[in-house]
């Protein structure tokens, strides 16, 4: 009953199943895997973002990189800002414009260097003519989101770059410019005593969005479960089909025999 399975275009179409239902599973368990590590990612931030704050030192080692389960804990320091080592970090989007994070190195009290990302401003007609807000003077505590460092692609300042712009950090470079050791970190600032420049925009708090992985595993499963759902009912369909064609031609055949007996 069912030999057509057997011909070209039925072939294509097994095969078409055969490979639509497992690549579904696959995927809605890609996407929930996904909606797994955005809840874990949530739930670190709520819990790092609302322990108390505490001194950068006591959360990284000297040189030393952010432990993943310490990211967005507030840390504190305390120094004097590097005024002539500000850079503008390019094509950096908050609130949707784009613009630079302005970042400037603090040399703290117990010798060390913290990169602050101090804080957002916004895109200039000429980028050249961008200059950072100056940093308080005088003796600073920041107090901020511990962020590892990350390096992009490219180099960190092209040489076609207007002077002071960058486009990413490289914290240990920046401490040893200074002749210090420091951290592979930065820290999003959220408040400054004395106060930064009004003219920076404070990065806002990660979004708390599971997004819609979730919903996408539903999507994905019901393309794989209707995948075989079509598949049998089109087969089916086409046995009945062929079925009644044969009994069609079964019962026309039989028809002149019948007249003759008769």
Known sequence: MYRFLLQGKWIALTLLMVVVAPLSVVAADWQFNRWESRKSLNALVVANSLAPPQPIAALVAEGGVVDPAREWRQVTATGRYLQDQSLLVRRQVVNGRTGFIVVTPLATDDGRVVVIERGWIAQAVSGSTVVPPAAPSGT?????????????????????????????????????????????AVVEQIGSTPSDSALLTSRPAPEMSEGSHLSYVGQWALIGLASIVIWVIVVRREAQHRRAEREAAAASDGLPAARASG
């Open 140 to 184: 600073v505590t920041v107090t901020g989101r511990l962020r590892p460092a990350v390096q992009g692609s490219g180099p960190m300042r092209p040489d076609d770059l207007p002077p002071q712009q960058v486009n990413w950090v490289d914290p240990l470079g920046l401490a040893a410019t200074a002749s210090l050791p420091g951290y592979d």
